[in-house]
């Protein structure tokens, strides 16, 4: 335990210098980039004089590192400080929005493991066969393909075609949000407000999005999956299963599967990096108004703060999904010891 | 099937009546002294009113808030008289002091639209609780038309601050956007919807439909699909032009085409690029092909444009076709020669784009241009592009030698669309930054003349300048559309572009 405790500080301080680098980067960036928040917010027609007085009130025209400094003290307070452009805190749209986010990439994750290890599994248990060919191609094309076309089509099939599920939004076009929302995670809030006509919706607007960005990412999990169960089935103890007369099934799904998921976990923290990234397309494709589309609205609108916000609360979510996955390590395998 | 499952227990629908409408485009600041785009002035059509306006679908200016107005003999000062007993959507009374408070506020927050009032009212007197006196700089033939925009509408002094720009609606007091329109607001969630329903205290014609959403969509292609799933009941700006092609052609959807006021056209930066020279200008612009660009990049939707003062206007010429006309290879080269370019010495410069600001068929244009000046080897463009921030801020800084933008009317008059491009004024602000005392004095003419032939005069020998100097080369004349289920009817959007939610309804 007190290796343990040990190793979690370790992991929280590294996170430190990881998000020191990052932030310096897009800090830095967005400053040296053409545009500025104070043109986006005035216009083309204010005055010289206006401007400047903005940019004075914004500390814009104060020297980059003094700016770097003033934020770092302020991120240091766990401040993240005040939208330049709308008179609010930067926590606010952020709070507002990352629970639409979070539910996405969750119920996408599910959707990526579902369909990439059980098909990966099966691909290793059916090496060489047309099958295994099939899965591998599938893997190799979806990993390939853009994830907003991804969602066109399956807004196209599903949506219009078949007619079967919504393709925008988070609830139906005429739903009151106002009259369930408490937490931001609408299958939650829905639940609790014991309105199960709600729920049903708010999960039918889900799946969709949430299979797209879970199929696009399914593909790597079927290729590592099946290099890795490949590995486990070569192995002495996978032989002496067999022996026993097991049956095939439990030889893959329950003995090897098993070894094999080590470094599925490892993809797993470092792929919620990806589903991210993979939320901001998927948000706009679908009108889902997460963080994704938060990033990219005031990116148009030069928000610095904001932008800053929202990329650190990114990587303090990968940070902490990733030292979950390791710590889920030491669940899985009783060999692995902090 | 697994919809079924849970439609089967769905509550029923909520009773009052609701049109979703779906749009691409965004909304700004939640202030009418500092909002200068087209979709957030649609809001603010519909939950403010000016003290003048246009009856849906219309262009003839009738009384809103006012009651009457009386110009003075010199054309310098207007009296509006207010109908009496408005109130705002709170409850709170409107009188000739709100109308002097939300102006003067206007004048001293210095937003965007702001020169609206302040290129044109000197001071607002209130003279009674009903009566407000607008003394201009000098007189304004178009004074109704310019009164009748959104920056002089007015606001609730209860719930705006008086120092500030509102840039969202938690800034304001009690958090509620408070108006005289038709509808107030009554949600709010940037980039995701605005709720309005019926203003209870509007003095006008109830809306027949209680309640609109208003849907936000980050791609046209997903509004195409939600349109045609039934999610929303009305789309509008901005469908592709492929959508727009397979929509009309759709026998389940009403399209409306809106002939209307939008333009489109290339700007030339003349103090300080190489366009310093009017025969570069006058050569690209003879080299664009306007009806190859309409069919190849806009599918045959738009008008080929030979004027910066549109068709269907007062006073529109078509001097660009006469006198440069499409694709003069002929001309371009002849230009191009005296100014000392040849295929040996070609003329270079950097064509600048903003790729999503007018939908994604921009990067398109851009490329139709490029393949149309370089029909001559004497010339060659490379294009470069901006994201609409940056864009603004590079073409006040003289970056962009020549680029791509578009118009929307503030107000209904030829003055709109000429005086802002080319007189000093205004072709600062836009980047174009030309600046003749001949033509500052014909707008100064026609700007302070209500004699209709003297305007007609000074406007067409504007036109005629134009092909001479050639500030901006206009392209193309836009149609809007709008698609709706069948039984949404009465889309009344005028050349105006207002579109007023009050006069929507469902067919029985």
Redesign the interface.
Known sequence: MKNLLRYLITRVLLTVPMLLILLTLVFVVLRV????PV?????????ER?IEQKKEELGLNRPILAQYLSYLSQLARFDLGDSM????RVS??IVEKLPATLELTLVGMFFTLLIGIPLGAFAASRRRSSRDFAIRLYGNVVYCMPV?WMG?ML??VF??WL???????RT???A?P?LFERTGFYVLDTLLAG????C??V??HLFLPSLTLGIVLSGIFVRLTRANMLDVLKSDFILATRARGLPERLVVYRHALKNAFIPILTMLGLQFAILLAGAILT?????W?GMG??L??RI???DYPTIQGVIVVFAVFVSLVSLLVDLIYAAVDPRIKY | MVASLFTGCAKKAAPVKTLVYGTTEKVTDMDPASAYDFHTWEIFYNIYQGLLGYPPGETNIVPALAASYTPNDKGDEFTFKLRKGLKFSDGSPFNAQAVKWSIDRVMALKGDPSWLVTDYVKEVTVIDDLTVKFTLNGPVAYFPAVAATVPYYPVSPNVYPVDKIVRDITELKGGKLVGLGAYEAVSFKRDQEVVLEANKNYYGSKPLVPRIIIRYFADATTMRLALEKGEIDLAYKTMNPSDIKDLSKNANFTTYKLSGPYIRYLCFETSESVFKDKRLRQAIAALINRPEIVEKVYLGQNEPLYSMVPKGMIYHTEEFKTVLGDGNLALAEKLLKEAGFTAKKPFKFDLWYTPSHYGDTEVNLAEVMKAQIEKTPAIKVNIKSAEWATYKDQWKAKQMPVFLLGWYPDYIDPDNYTAAFAGTAGSKGMGINFSKPEWDALFTKEQTNTDSTARQQVFEQVQKMWTDEVPTAPIFQGNLFVFTKKNVLDVKIGPTLQFLYNVLRFAE
Do not use: C, N
């Not at chain 1, 043109?39 to 005055?47: F, R, V």
């Not at chain 1, 452009?85 to 609010?88: A, L, V, Y």
């Not at chain 1, 309105?195 to 709600?198: N, P, V």
């Open positions: 980039m053409p545009g500025d043109s986006a917010m005035l216009g083309a027609h204010a005055p206006v452009i709308f008179k609010q606010q749209p907003y066109l807004q196209l949506g219009v007619d079967w599920l919504p393709i925008s939004g139906g076009s005429r009151m106002s309105d199960l006509a709600a049903g919706d999960l039918l948000e706009s494709t679908f009108s108004p589309r938060l990219l609205e148009y609108l030069r």
